[in-house]
């Protein structure tokens, strides 16, 4: 700034210098007067260059004021996203956990009055088990047994990257397995339990999964069932394992099925409350094996869920 003054100064003794030069008589007033304009002009020119320096350098710190302020924004908006996300994962936990021990209560809670009932018995030696009280006793342990087996493999999907390595396996006999251990349960609420698998089909599945998933479908289908038929069916097609459960239970309403059909990390606490855990499982297990799940309902007269999962078809006899 201090060489701009000095060069304008210069300039302006050079301006009078050629207009003596040139034989122009000023008077002393007017080299005077001369002098003055020209220090008032480059005083305003030198408060120009200095605004315009100043104009710069804010507009360069309210730029990086501006960047720093996005930064600083977007580091708010994600502490908040992760904060948000530790309490749905925290209230999920909750949640689950008040669900476990519900679900838990009522087959414990039978399971100790029955063994109060038995151990009485047996005090006052008049101890008579029953094929019905034995084939209870079974059913409500069975049912705590799955409970927990469900819980402890949500666990390990959740940490898993890749699925259990595929097995081979005749999906006609993983459906009688099935099916044969639910049969009790499913004849203790009065329903009959149906199998329908094409014959001689060998597949490449994660068993245990695929086990898990048939297990809770006819799990749901028989708690919203009383006195009815729940049929199972498995077939392959296009390259895809489907399973469908159809039940004549109470079916579900436009609000319901809409929750099945949307689910998601937000809604599944909403989805357990309603149907149990059950369907928390089954969406869980299909979004590691990228399958597919539909539903068609129709409230008083039953429900048919289909699942269909991407296989190989190890053989087809």
Known sequence: ???????LFLLCCCVISACNGNGKILSVEADFWLIIALLLFLKSLLLLIVLVRVRKKLRRRIRRQSEELRDARQLMNELQRQCTSLQDEKEERDFFFSMVVHDLKSPLRFLMMRARQLADEAANEQLNISQESISDLWVEATAVYHLALDMLLLQEIKTLEELPQ???MDMGALMKDVVELYSKIVSSKG???????????????????????VRNLI??????????????????????????????GIGMDERQLHMLMNASPGNRVSIARTFGIGYTVIH??????KGKL????????????????????????
């Open 166 to 168: 595929a097995q081979r």
């Open 284 to 289: 869980t297990l299909l979004e590691k094996m």
């Open 219 to 248: 799990d749901n289908a028989n708690k919203f069932t009383s006195n009815g038929n729940i049929l199972v069916i498995a077939l392959l097609h296009e390259k895809h394992l489907s399973i469908v459960v159809e039940d004549t």
């Open 191 to 213: 329903n009959q339990l149906e199998m329908k698998v094409a014959q001689g089909l060998e597949l490449l599945v994660p068993y245990e999964l695929i086990k898990v998933v």
């Open 1 to 7: 700034m201090k060489r701009t003054s000095a060069g």
């Open 294 to 317: 539909s539903i068609v309902s129709t409230p008083g007269k039953g429900t048919r869920v289909t699942v269909r999962i991407p296989v190989q078809v190890s053989s087809i006899w």
